[in-house]
């Protein structure tokens, strides 16, 4: 079932938008932790209301809501597909033979056009039933299962469907994010990107990309959670938390420690050199954060920090200076965050540019 408004209705929309994020909150593992919502885009400034710029629950916020809102969290449980190619027939391409794979196995799954260059394909999967010695295994380490059954579903899907993920330039950031940070956001349905552009419910992919208003603003009114008990999609998930079991116990059995990084420059890391290098064109955000963590790590200043995210968002093509500057910005603020920097998080985004140089890097 679909729901069609009119855009313009700003009251509607916003309303339409409470009511999806509840059918969300359904949906997610844990019903009672309110999903997390960025009101309005851009950076906080004095005299605002700083709680509709920073991440905060869905709850506290639509009494104060007057257009609709910006992003939403992306859920535990759910794949989240979005193409950052430029080029709207590869993306089409590649996306019709995942919904079509899709179709075949009988995966519920929605589509939505963001309202940007692109298209949005997100799956929810049900709870999924582990056997006593997995659940054991899993108990012994510290791993995020979520994360570890995202990325086998969605690698399974493409093998399947016959989809060259880095050819459609799939944002890795929204599948490999952890549980233990504030996750990732998405786009959601009547978010607008400028007049007429919102995103919206599609059923099939136009051969070119939707005009301002070219589209009707449909929001669905409910979401089928994928059961894969009895699919072949279990097995591949009982063997990729396995597979991470071990990893994470030979990580901890070869932790690097007492490491003196002192004086150490950022580029003298290759991982971070090579992404200077590539001029990237996606993931600018998760490469941005990463250099902060990375200067966190090496004990740097924040102006020396800021200083560096800088540089490398030179390097970067096709970004504004207001583009620019909120990418530091959020950068900068994950250098206040409780996270930290992550070498398997960073190969993970960017796996096609093969970043890591082990026998180079200051960690060896």
């Given amino acids: 079932m679909a729901i ?4 313009k209705n700003t009251k509607a929309v916003i309303f339409a938008q409470k009511n999806w994020l509840k059918v969300l909150q359904r949906a997610q593992p844990n019903k009672l932790s309110p999903i997390l919502i960025k009101a309005i885009e851009g950076k906080w400034e004095e005299g605002e209301d700083f709680d509709l710029y920073g991440w ?3 709850v506290n916020i639509w009494h104060k809501l007057e257009v609709p809102i910006y992003t939403r969290g992306i859920l535990p449980n759910e794949i989240l597909i979005d193409p950052d ?3 709207w027939s590869a993306m089409k391409a590649g996306i019709e033979k995942l919904y079509t794979c899709c179709k075949e196995n009988r995966i519920p799954y929605l589509i939505g056009f963001s309202g940007g260059k692109g298209i949005h394909v997100s799956i929810l999967f049900d709870n999924i039933k582990l056997d006593d010695d997995v659940v054991k295994d899993l108990e012994k380490v510290d791993i995020d299962v979520y994360k570890t059954v995202r990325r086998a579903l969605v690698n399974a ?3 399947k469907a016959g989809v060259d993920l880095e050819a459609i330039r799939v944002d890795w950031g929204k599948i490999n994010f952890n549980c233990e940070s504030k996750g990732s956001q998405v786009r959601d349905f009547g978010t607008t990107r400028g007049a007429g552009l919102y995103k919206t419910l599609i059923e099939d992919i136009p051969d070119h990309k939707p005009e301002p208003f070219g589209l009707p603003l449909v929001f669905p009114e409910n979401v089928e959670l994928w059961n894969i008990e009895g699919t072949e999609f279990k097995e591949i998930v009982i063997n990729a938390l396995k597979a991470e079991v ?3 116990k030979k990580a901890k059995e070869f932790a690097v420690t007492g490491v003196d990084l002192t004086a150490v420059e950022l580029l003298a890391f290759p991982c971070i050199k090579r992404l200077h290098e590539a001029g990237l064109t996606s993931g600018r955000y998760y ?7 990375l200067c966190k790590k090496l004990s740097l200043s924040k102006e020396t920090t800021e200083q ?4 490398f968002y030179k390097t970067v093509k096709g970004l504004s200076d207001a583009e620019t500057a909120l990418y530091i910005s959020n950068g900068l603020e994950i250098y206040y965050s409780e996270n930290h920097f992550s070498c398997r998080t960073l190969k993970e985004t960017y796996p096609a540019l093969k970043l890591c140089d082990f026998q180079n890097c200051p960690l060896e």
């Avoid at 069609?4 to 855009?7: E, V």
């Avoid at 490469?287 to 963590?293: D, E, F, K, M």
């Avoid at 560096?308 to 540089?311: D, E, G, K």
Wanted: charged share 20%.
């Fill in 246 to 248: 071990d990893r994470a």
């Fill in 287 to 293: 490469a941005g954060v990463s250099a902060a963590l």
């Fill in 4 to 7: 069609t408004l009119d855009p």
């Fill in 56 to 58: 905060k629950p869905s």
């Fill in 85 to 87: 190619t430029p080029e």
């Fill in 308 to 311: 560096n995210m800088q540089t």
């Fill in 157 to 159: 899907l493409a093998e």
